[in-house]
C-alpha cells in the first residue's frame, strides 16, 4: 500500500456546501438543516490508506491511525510527513465491518507509553493495550460479541481518566437489554480493564444500555459524554450518555417517548441514509459527525441540555466520512472510509483530512 501526504491546501469555501440536493437532519423540534461549519482550508494530510478506522493523537501532536483491515498502527509526524507503520496489532480478524477498530492514547502515555487498541479477533471483539517501541501486547477486556456487523468499536479515554467503550449488539438484538451482556453498550474501565469504581452497578462494567451499534464517543467542555448511534431502518440517534441510562434498542428507535421513564430519548436524529454516524468530536461547543452511507459531516451546536439545528457540509465530496477527531492544534481531523467495500473508491483513497473550524 502506497501512503503519501501532501503540502497542497485544497481551499474549499464551505459556506452554502451541502445544499441543492442535500437532505434535511432534524432537531428535536424537527427544523431543517442547511450550510455548515464556518469556512476554513481543507488540506489531505493522507492519502492512499487502507480503511483507516482508528485516530488518536499522541502528546506532541504526531496522530496514530489504525488500519481495519491489515491490522497497522501509522504515526503521522505532526509537522507533516508520509506516515509510518509503527506496529502490527496481534490477533486481528478482519472480515466484515471487523478488523482493528479505535484507538486511544493513555492519559499517562509520558509515564507508561502505552496505546489502547479495540479490535476483533478470532473468538470475539476485545480491548488491548501495547508500547509502539515493541514488547508484549496485553488483552485488558475480551468477550465482547463479535458478527459481521455491529461490532462497535469506538474506545476513548473521559475526563475521569476512565477508558469507555462503545459496542454494537452483534446482530443478537436481544443482548442491548441484558445488563450481564458486553454486547449494545457503553462501558466504563478502568486502564487495567476491570469494571470502574462508581459504575451504575458495581462490579459491572456496563455504564449505559440499549444500544445498537455504538461508534461515536466525546466530551463537552463540561464532561459531559455524548455518543453516536447506528439505526435500522429508520432513525440515527445523537445522545447524551447518563449513567445506567437505557436508550431503549431494540424495543425503541429514535424518539420512542419515555415509556414511563424506562427509555432515554435521542437529542437527534437522522434518517438512515442521511447519516450512518460513526465519529463523533466537539470542538467548543459543536458537535461533529463522520457520516458513512450520508457522505458528508454533520455539524450541531449544544445548547444547554439540547442540540440545536444540525448543518451538513463536505456532501458527496469525499464519499464515506468514518472518523472525525478534534486535533491538539484545534482543527478536524476527518477520516474516509471508500475502500471497505462499501464506497466508491477515489484517486488518493483512503484519506485523512485536516479541516480549520471557527
Keep these: ?201 458495581a462490579g459491572s462494567p456496563v455504564y449505559s444500555l440499549g444500544h445498537r451499534n455504538v461508534q461515536g464517543l466525546a466530551w463537552d467542555g463540561e464532561d459531559r459524554l455524548f455518543a453516536t448511534e447506528f439505526g435500522q431502518n429508520e432513525l440515527d440517534e445523537v445522545n447524551l450518555i447518563r449513567p445506567g441510562a437505557n436508550y431503549g434498542w431494540l424495543e425503541v428507535e429514535g424518539d420512542g417517548g419515555t415509556d414511563g421513564g424506562r427509555f432515554t430519548n435521542p437529542l437527534l436524529t437522522w434518517t438512515t441514509d442521511e447519516a450512518s454516524p460513526s465519529g463523533m468530536a466537539i470542538i467548543g461547543d459543536t458537535v461533529h459527525v463522520a457520516a458513512l452511507r450520508g457522505e458528508r459531516l454533520w455539524s450541531a451546536p449544544i445548547e444547554g441540555d439540547r442540540l440545536g439545528t444540525p448543518t451538513a457540509t463536505l456532501t458527496g465530496e469525499y464519499g464515506r466520512l468514518r472518523t472525525v477527531e478534534a486535533a491538539p492544534d484545534g482543527t478536524l481531523w476527518i477520516t474516509t472510509s471508500n475502500t471497505d467495500g462499501r464506497g466508491d473508491v477515489r484517486d488518493g483513497d483512503d484519506r485523512i483530512l485536516r479541516l480549520p473550524v471557527g
Excluded at 86 to 99: H, I, L, N, Q, Y
Excluded at 129 to 139: I, P, T
Excluded at 177 to 186: A, C, H, T, Y
Design 1 to 201: 500500500m502506497r501512503y503519501t501526504a501532501t503540502t497542497a491546501l485544497l481551499v474549499l469555501f464551505l459556506a452554502g456546501c451541502g445544499g441543492g440536493g442535500d437532505a434535511a437532519g432534524t432537531s428535536p423540534a424537527g427544523s431543517p438543516s442547511a450550510g455548515g461549519p464556518p469556512a476554513g482550508a481543507l488540506q489531505d494530510v493522507a492519502t492512499g490508506l487502507d480503511v483507516p478506522w482508528g485516530l488518536a493523537f499522541l502528546p506532541g501532536g504526531d496522530a496514530l491511525v489504525a488500519e481495519r483491515d491489515s491490522g497497522k498502527v501509522l504515526r503521522l509526524p505532526a509537522g507533516g510527513g508520509d506516515p509510518a507503520e509503527v506496529r502490527t496489532v496481534e490477533g486481528v480478524s478482519a472480515s466484515g465491518e471487523g478488523g482493528l477498530l479505535g484507538l486511544a492514547v493513555s492519559p499517562a502515555f509520558p509515564d507508561d507509553r502505552l496505546v489502547y487498541a479495540y479490535l476483533t479477533a478470532e473468538s470475539d471483539n476485545r480491548i488491548v493495550r501495547f508500547r509502539l517501541d515493541g514488547g508484549d501486547q496485553q488483552v485488558v477486556f475480551d468477550g465482547i460479541a463479535k458478527a459481521g456487523v455491529h461490532n462497535g468499536g469506538r474506545i476513548a479515554f473521559g475526563p475521569d481518566g476512565m477508558l469507555y467503550v462503545g459496542t454494537g449488539d452483534a446482530g443478537d438484538t436481544e443482548s442491548s437489554q441484558d445488563p450481564d451482556s458486553p454486547n449494545g453498550k457503553i462501558l466504563r474501565l478502568t486502564p487495567d480493564g476491570d469494571p470502574a469504581p462508581g459504575n451504575p452497578v
